[in-house]
Nanobody, 124 residues
Framework: QVQLVESGGGLVQAGNSLRLSCTAS????????MGWFRQAPGKVREFVGG????????IYTDSVKGRFTISRDNAKNTAYLQMNNLRPEDTAVYYC?????????????????WGQGTQVTVSS
């Protein structure tokens, strides 16, 4: 069994930054890609970004490119989402998830374990 716990969410003003963390326990973390998704009220869950098993490949949805950065520290079983220049439209619950394979993917069905989510609210 794998448990994923997100932290680092909160309320910030537009233009500011937050860093989310996702710490994994249970089965081997370093063999798998990780992803971040978000869900705003009344909207479907959407892909934010993903990182390969070794951190060498990252992918992002267009709306966050140049503002968000995903990284991981396999020694700490932790993935990160650094969010800069936040906008009100980034307000959502953010979820981390473990991919079934080693490469990142923007398809939710390719992820088999999910965290409980952390709220990010960006005020204008």
């Amino acid at each position: 069994q794998v448990q994923l716990v997100e932290s680092g969410g909160g309320l910030v003003q537009a233009g500011n930054s937050l860093r989310l963390s996702c710490t994994a326990s249970g089965r081997i973390f370093s063999n798998y890609a990780m992803g971040w998704f978000r869900q705003a009220p009344g909207k479907v869950r959407e892909f934010v970004g993903g990182v390969s098993w070794n951190g060498g490949v990252t992918i992002y949805t267009d709306s966050v490119k140049g503002r968000f950065t995903i990284s991981r520290d396999n020694a700490k079983n932790t993935a990160y989402l650094q969010m800069n220049n936040l906008r009100p439209e980034d307000t959502a619950v953010y979820y981390c998830a473990r991919n079934r394979g080693a490469g990142p993917s923007d398809i939710a069905g390719n992820y088999d374990y999910w965290g409980q989510g952390t709220q990010v609210t960006v005020s204008s």
